[in-house]
């Protein structure tokens, strides 16, 4: 009895293994075979650039790419689900997600997919449907910056359809592959919703038949050719449709350079979030390392600013690390009317511009914006005054501002973190005919001091949470209205004529900034960003 007892326990245990060990293996060995028997060209990628080094060798071929492990140069997806859990999640997330990431890539040993599970669950668990728009306006950036050239050559040679297949959720590359790489199509992992709200949870890979729905539109599987990491061949099935299939190894990605930014197809002139550095796993636990002593110090340079004068404050304020760089004061053209102030106009980098516009000058401004915070106006250690958006009240308001004293507006009405210059609206040049133009910059080394989707008041804060937060401003030569425009302009065509002012000033900031100019406004910046025309909504904290 126990003889058959322990030969039916040895024949159970041995139909246990081969029913969850075995019969994967065999279906591996099966799939390979399968792409074997496709009959296609498994051949290095160099070899690829070798022989396609010409545009007419590609034709029309569909061209299927692994995102992660073709197209762009680190294959660690780290960076990526951290701008996610930090953007999207906040804080506490990005916390989880650093503490657990060791913890994913041990189960990435132990299980398929594991670890990118965890980090998907961690990411989006919570997270509103409607509200997410960290795929749009904040991955694009880090996502192009960490883009192979040599791979971009390719894609760029190719006249075919292109494929980008990815492992990733495809609401977090489908923006970038679509808008700035101009890739067709897209097969990435669907998340899972419940009463708009993701679950954390992926759908299952999408069968390569369904794939190859998306893919053909009447040309067969031998117009395909497939690129994708020396390893990872068998990732994605729709690889086994392909004629030929060509693989990079590490030792490849290695050499690579990252795509500059003049090569961009689409220019990055608009990108929203609050980190300003690549988040490694590094780079995020040294973020969070320095957070509560950034707080420290940004309330330490605020409560200077606002207590001391500028003689006593700047060097202060130096001191705590930030660098003020200013040009030489030009000499100003006599003033014709003294019951008028100077009007100072500058480009817009943050919400901080007229206030170091005033420490330069070392005398109080009065600014005048578009959008500002309720929290802002109240801590602002110069007058603020906030526009109406009705061009004869703004007008009106604007001239009785100029009869108290100097005034400094950002007719760009939004600020622009590239080196990018905005439309400028042209109501400032019928306030006065003296201009003084004055060219900003700034540069940060952790946190945007801008938002589009996120709290206004807290911007500023941000901005002085930098250990070495960098302001440029340079003042430039006054420009007179009447030699912009000739008088018969200015008196029979008056609104063609503020218009050639307003342009003018543009080009003689973006000139001295080597910036570009643009016609884009604040409403493109907010739409492609927020979703909506950027209206301000009456909050002590609000957005806009």
Not at 121 to 144: A, E, N, T, W
Not at 510 to 539: H, P, Q, W
Request: with cysteine.
């Amino acid at each position: 009895m126990a003889k058959m007892f322990r030969a039916f326990f040895f024949k159970s245990l041995f139909f246990f293994w081969y029913r969850f060990l075995f019969r994967q293996l065999k279906s591996l060995i099966g799939l390979r075979r399968n792409i074997l028997s496709t009959q296609f060209k498994y051949q290095k990628f160099s070899s690829f650039l070798h022989q396609h080094h010409r545009s007419s060798e590609l034709g029309d071929h569909t061209l299927v790419f692994d995102v992660e492990n073709a197209l762009l140069k680190s294959s660690s997806l780290f960076p990526y689900f951290m701008l996610v859990a930090f953007e999207a999640g906040g804080l506490i997330r990005a916390i989880v997600l650093v503490l657990l990431y060791p913890v994913a890539c041990a189960a990435d040993i132990v299980g398929q997919e594991l670890g990118l599970k965890m980090m998907v669950m961690i990411c989006f668990l919570g997270i509103k449907v409607d509200s997410f728009r960290v795929g749009r306006s904040v991955l694009p950036k880090f996502l192009l910056e960490d883009v192979g050239k040599d791979m971009f050559d390719v894609l760029k040679r190719s006249s075919g359809k292109k494929v980008g297949v990815t492992n990733m959720p495809r609401i977090m590359v489908e923006s970038f592959l679509r808008e700035y790489l101009e890739i067709d199509v897209v097969v990435g992992r669907e998340l899972k919703v419940f009463c708009g709200y993701f679950v954390g949870l992926m759908e299952e890979k999408k069968s390569a038949l369904h794939a190859l729905e998306q893919v053909q539109e009447g040309k067969g599987c031998s117009d395909m050719i497939g690129i994708t990491r020396f390893n990872k061949v068998v990732d994605h099935q729709l690889f086994s449709h392909c004629k030929e299939v060509y693989a990079v190894s590490e030792a490849e990605k290695r050499s690579w350079q990252r795509l500059s930014k003049d090569k961009y197809p689409k220019p990055l002139i608009f990108h929203d979030g609050r980190l300003a550095l690549r988040p490694t796993l590094f780079d995020s636990i040294a973020i969070l390392m320095w957070l509560p002593y950034a707080l420290i110090l940004a309330i330490i340079r605020i409560s200077l600013a606002l207590s001391l004068p500028y003689n006593f404050s700047t060097p202060l304020l130096v001191f705590t690390g930030i660098h003020l760089t200013t040009s030489e004061i030009p000499k100003m053209p006599p003033n014709n009317n003294n019951k008028t102030g100077t009007l100072y106009v500058c480009n817009h980098r943050t919400l901080l511009d007229p206030l170091y516009i005033s420490f330069t000058l070392q005398r109080n401004l009065i600014a005048v914006t578009y959008s500002l915070s309720r929290m802002s106006e109240i801590l602002a250690p110069i007058k603020t005054v906030r526009l109406t958006r009705n061009r004869d009240q703004d007008a009106n308001m604007m001239k009785h501002l100029l009869a108290q004293g100097d005034l400094v507006v950002c007719p760009e009405g939004t600020t622009c973190r590239e080196p990018y210059l905005l439309r400028f609206s042209p109501l400032f040049s019928e306030m006065c005919d003296d201009i003084a133009p004055v060219a900003v910059n700034s540069h940060v080394t952790m946190f945007h001091g801008t938002t589009a989707g996120g709290l206004k008041c807290l911007d500023p804060v941000f901005f002085l949470m930098n250990p070495s937060p960098v302001y440029t401003v340079n003042l430039l030569q006054h420009v007179q209205r009447s030699r912009c425009a000739d008088v018969a302009e200015i008196t029979e065509k008056e609104h063609k004529a503020r218009f050639k002012v307003a342009n003018h000033v543009q080009s003689q900031i973006g000139s001295a900034l080597g910036f570009e100019c643009t016609k884009l406004t604040r409403k493109d910046k907010y739409l492609i960003l927020a979703g909506n025309e950027g209206v301000v909504m009456n909050r002590a904290c609000g957005k806009s």
